[in-house]
């Protein structure tokens, strides 16, 4: 058994006995970022064309540094349709990869001022082009993504409308949420350079219809973890 004395009351905790023992108040923070920082993107994609190719990569995050250490806590995905789909599809979705040994990539629109969640916190290591998102079709590919995704989305199927003979539309669905729980002993995707994330497109898509994907990003910026 080991005992905790407080800083200022003098009460001592017990710690690895059964019964008997004082309560432990803990207040939880984020990743210690020492002179680094933490940061958040949020964008949305142009208006995704119809019959986007299945695999099409919509969003890449590229960490380059060679020291340091990128921890990502979040990804998020939404879709939503914009104009309505006239065909149905089975598996309307989209997955999420880690990427290793990146060296190719480009297209879409750039990145380049992910915004500090503190004033005080330094300007993010990341290059200008190294986080890119798809403006009407897909961008150019990372490469070499992991065999398995490590997050995928859930959503409806798109179907025909018995009275009025088109599909249904689901807004915002699907959703993608990469959320590893720390806490719960889930391990977040540390990067380290040259390796990153893709967010990808599952099937093609119908012959018509259209919509946007609006992907959100939280990571922190350490020197070790």
Same mark, same amino acid.
């Given at each position: 058994?080991?005992?905790?004395?407080?800083?200022?009351?003098?009460?001592?905790?017990?710690?690895?006995?059964?019964?008997?023992?004082?309560?432990?108040?803990?207040?939880?923070?984020?990743?210690?970022?020492? !002179? &680094?920082?933490?940061?958040? +993107?949020?964008? @949305? $994609?142009?208006?995704?064309?119809? /019959? #986007?190719?299945?695999?099409?990569?919509?969003?890449?995050?590229?960490?380059?540094?060679?020291?340091?250490?990128?921890?990502?806590?979040?990804?998020?995905?939404?879709?939503?349709?914009?104009?309505?789909?006239?065909?149905?599809?089975?598996?309307?979705?989209?997955?999420?990869?880690?990427?290793?040994?990146?060296?190719?990539?480009?297209?879409?629109?750039?990145?380049?001022?992910?915004?500090?969640?503190?004033?005080?916190?330094?300007?993010? !290591? &990341?290059?200008?082009?190294? +986080?890119?998102? @798809? $403006?009407?079709?897909?961008?150019? /590919? #990372?490469?070499?993504?992991?065999?398995?995704?490590?997050?995928?989305?859930?959503?409806?199927?798109?179907?025909?409308?018995?009275?009025?003979?088109?599909?249904?539309?689901?807004?915002?669905?699907?959703?993608?949420?990469?959320?590893?729980?720390?806490?719960?002993?889930?391990?977040?995707?540390?990067?380290?350079?040259?390796?990153?994330?893709?967010?990808?497109?599952?099937?093609?898509?119908?012959?018509?219809?259209?919509?946007?994907?609006?992907?959100?990003?939280?990571?922190?910026?350490?020197?070790?973890?």
């Amino acid at each position: 058994m080991a005992v905790i004395e407080g800083s200022t009351t003098g009460t001592l905790v017990d710690v690895g006995v059964a019964d008997g023992q004082s309560a432990m108040f803990t207040t939880v923070k984020p990743i210690p970022w020492g !002179l &680094l920082g933490h940061y958040r +993107v949020t964008q @949305a $994609t142009g208006t995704l064309a119809a /019959a #986007l190719a299945a695999s099409a990569q919509l969003f890449t995050f590229r960490w380059t540094d060679a020291t340091r250490l990128c921890v990502v806590t979040n990804v998020k995905a939404v879709f939503q349709t914009q104009a309505l789909f006239t065909a149905g599809t089975a598996d309307f979705g989209f997955d999420l990869f880690k990427a290793t040994g990146i060296s190719a990539g480009g297209g879409g629109t750039a990145i380049a001022t992910p915004s500090k969640m503190r004033a005080t916190m330094a300007n993010t !290591l &990341l290059a200008a082009t190294d +986080v890119r998102i @798809a $403006t009407t079709g897909a961008l150019t /590919a #990372l490469t070499v993504l992991d065999t398995n995704a490590i997050e995928q989305s859930v959503g409806r199927t798109q179907r025909t409308n018995p009275t009025a003979g088109t599909e249904e539309q689901f807004v915002n669905i699907p959703t993608l949420n990469f959320a590893p729980n720390v806490q719960g002993g889930e391990y977040p995707l540390v990067l380290s350079q040259n390796e990153g994330f893709v967010l990808r497109n599952r099937t093609i898509w119908p012959a018509a219809g259209t919509g946007n994907l609006i992907v959100t990003v939280n990571w922190a910026e350490v020197t070790n973890y």
